[in-house]
């Protein structure tokens, strides 16, 4: 039966769910029941941020799907989009002028108040912001990014002197790229292919300055490109290849049948030491602790034959503590340990052990 009160679709209301910031609860009510103020949306000063351009695609939005009679349930999953949140809380923050932004920075350097430095952050996200999209098209997480950006924005804050008469947002800049750039080259793979100052600089500047000399009429090869930049040609080789080439498992198939189990790795030659060389490097091993151990017992022989004679004992006594203590041991003494020990310097240290493997040489000769 009908209470009498007329359903008006207007009446309806998306309301944010209690339980979960991704669902929106779509509620039915009475107009003349309950009266709700509009919610303030936090994503309307978003829409109005100039400093950079943005498609739906890139930001990956997802439009908020109207319910259907055939629909099982009231709630509607919504993507949360975490680029459009943190827009809208950088766009709260006021920026600065120039003469303000020297005399805070002043002030920061001077007493080096934690709010102070804030100021000068917060005033300054937009210019993150705006140079990680410059790096968007290598990177799909655009948040990862400015995140890394704002770890530079706080170092340059941190070393910034306003009193070179340079920008804050000029310095800032490149405090930002740098920790943008080495974001990239730690993640922009599974496997790190910068590890060396030379690889680093060509995985930066190899494809720029192939197209550079390109542009200029000259071939881009490896002995060009290794010139310009003062890195080896070698290097400049091997980076190609690694560019060129995606990451693969070693434990992908060779073949697609269901019966075949050889992967990439049983094809690839072993670098390891060959049965006969393992055999060889054992048995010289063996001789040489042989030769050591007699070498040791004739030492202790002359140290018996010298008990009558005090300086010929102290001789072989420190001879044996620098063979076994310092020579052979897992946790060698230093020299100045052994000078300790007995009463001279480490130079004299130095030149009994040089003595001791000069007749250990000819010895095992």
Do not use: C
């Not at 947002?169 to 599974?190: F, H, P």
């Not at 055999?279 to 063996?286: K, S």
């Amino acid at each position: 039966m009908s209470n009498g009160k007329k359903k008006n679709p207007e009446s309806k209301r998306n309301l944010p769910s209690v339980t979960s910031p991704d669902l929106v609860l779509e509620v039915e009510v009475d107009e003349d029941d309950v009266a709700i103020e509009p919610e303030e949306d936090i994503y309307a000063e978003a829409e109005e941020v100039d400093e950079v351009e943005e498609t739906h695609e890139d930001r990956g939005i997802r439009e908020v799907s109207e319910p259907t009679a055939d629909s099982d349930s009231a709630y509607n999953l919504v993507r949360y989009d975490p680029y459009r949140a943190y827009m809208a809380q950088v766009r709260r923050y006021p920026l600065l002028s120039p003469e303000e932004e020297q005399h805070v920075a002043q002030e920061y350097i001077r007493t080096r108040k934690p709010e102070l430095a804030r100021r000068l952050v917060t005033a300054n996200l937009r210019l993150v912001v705006k140079i990680a999209h410059e790096y968007h098209k290598s990177h799909n997480n655009l948040i990862d990014l400015i995140q890394e950006g704002n770890v530079g924005l706080l170092m340059a804050v941190d070393k910034f002197d306003p009193l070179r008469g340079v920008k804050l947002s000029t310095y800032s800049s490149w405090w930002i790229r740098a920790y943008i750039l080495k974001y990239l080259l730690n993640n922009s793979r599974l496997v790190k292919i910068g590890t060396t100052q030379a690889q680093r600089k060509l995985f930066f500047n190899l494809n720029k300055q192939q197209e550079y000399l390109k542009s200029k009429g000259i071939v881009p090869t490896s002995d060009n490109i290794a010139e310009a930049l003062d890195v080896p040609v070698a290097a400049v080789e091997e980076m190609q290849k690694r560019l060129n080439a995606s990451d693969l498992s070693l434990s992908t198939p060779l073949r697609s049948d269901e019966g075949s189990s050889r992967t990439i790795m049983d094809t690839m030659e072993d670098s390891g030491s060959s049965p006969e060389e393992i055999v060889e490097a054992d048995e010289i091993h063996r001789i040489i602790l042989e030769k050591l151990a007699a070498f040791k017992a004739r030492m202790r022989a002359d140290l018996e034959k010298a008990r009558g004679n005090r300086d010929e004992v102290l001789h072989v006594e420190r001879d044996l503590v620098i063979m076994e203590d310092r020579l052979l041991s897992d946790s060698p003494l230093t020299l100045k340990e052994i000078g300790d020990r007995y009463g001279i310097s480490r130079e004299r240290a130095r030149q009994l052990e040089k003595r001791l493997l000069s007749k250990l040489k000819d010895y095992l000769r």
